[in-house]
T-cell receptor, first 113, second 113 residues
C-alpha cells in the first residue's frame, strides 16, 4: 500500500541552525501539508501546498519557515534559524482522489538544543 | 474557525469492554471527518474517514458515526483489547480550506488485561 515517508526520523540541531525536513508524499497525490505536534499538545496545521504554491498557512508559519517541492517526488519544510520552541514532531501529509482522505507520514522528531 | 473537542481526555477499561469516544466540532459545514490512532512517540494512523453524506463507517471492531447537525462524531470500539491502547484523535476540516485539518486533543485509551 502506498505510504507517505519522511526523513530523518529524528533530527537534533542547535538553536539558530537551519534544518530541512523531507517528505515523499504518495505519488499521485496533489495536495500536501505540514503539521507539527509539540510534546503533549494538539497536532497543529502549519501549511498547505498545491500546484507548486502555498494554499494556506497558519500563524505559526512565519518567515522562518518555507516549503518547497524541488522535484516531482520530494516535499520539504525548511526552518531557517531554529528556536528552542521549534522542538516538536513534524508530520507531512497528502491528499489524493475523491475521498479527500489525508494520509500522514511517520513524522520527524526535531529537537533544538 | 473550526474547533474540535474530545471527551473523555483519558479512559481506562478492562479488556473486552465496549467503549465510546466522543468528538465535537464547531463548524458543521464539513465534507468529512477522520479518526486517527497515535501510539506514543509515533505517527498518525488513519482509522476511519466518514464523508459528510454518511452517518456511519465501520472497519472491523471500529464504528464511527457522524451527526453534522449537532456537530458530533463518536468512535465505538467493540470488545476492546490491550493492543487498542493508544491515543485516538478526531480531526475535522474547515469548509473554506482545502484539506486543512483541525485536531482534537485526543482521548488516551488504556485497555488492561
Amino acid at each position: 500500500e502506498p505510504e507517505v515517508t519522511q526523513t530523518p526520523s529524528h533530527q537534533v540541531t542547535q538553536m539558530g541552525q537551519e534544518v530541512i525536513l523531507r517528505c515523499v508524499p504518495i505519488s499521485n497525490h496533489l495536495y500536501f501539508y505540514w503539521y507539527r505536534q509539540i510534546l503533549g499538545q494538539k497536532v497543529e496545521f502549519l501549511v498547505s501546498f498545491y500546484n507548486n504554491e502555498i494554499s494556506e498557512k497558519s500563524e505559526i508559519f512565519d518567515d522562518q519557515f518555507s516549503v518547497e517541492r524541488p522535484d516531482g517526488s520530494n516535499f520539504t519544510l525548511k526552518i531557517r534559524s531554529t528556536k528552542l520552541e521549534d522542538s516538536a514532531m513534524y508530520f507531512c501529509a497528502s491528499i489524493g482522489g475523491q475521498s479527500y482522505e489525508q494520509y500522514f507520514g511517520p513524522g520527524t522528531r526535531l529537537t533544538v538544543t | 474557525k473550526q474547533e474540535v473537542t474530545q471527551i473523555p481526555a483519558a479512559l481506562s477499561v478492562p479488556e473486552g469492554e465496549n467503549l465510546v469516544l466522543n468528538c465535537s466540532f464547531t463548524d458543521s459545514a464539513i465534507y468529512n471527518l477522520q479518526w486517527f490512532r497515535q501510539d506514543p512517540g509515533k505517527g498518525l494512523t488513519s482509522l476511519l474517514l466518514i464523508q459528510s453524506s454518511q452517518r456511519e463507517q465501520t472497519s472491523g471492531r471500529l464504528n464511527a458515526s457522524l451527526d453534522k447537525s449537532s456537530g458530533r462524531s463518536t468512535l465505538y470500539i467493540a470488545a476492546s483489547q490491550p493492543g487498542d491502547s493508544a491515543t485516538y484523535l478526531c480531526a475535522a476540516p474547515e469548509f473554506t480550506s482545502y484539506g486543512k485539518l483541525t485536531f482534537g486533543q485526543g482521548t488516551i485509551l488504556t485497555v488492561h488485561p
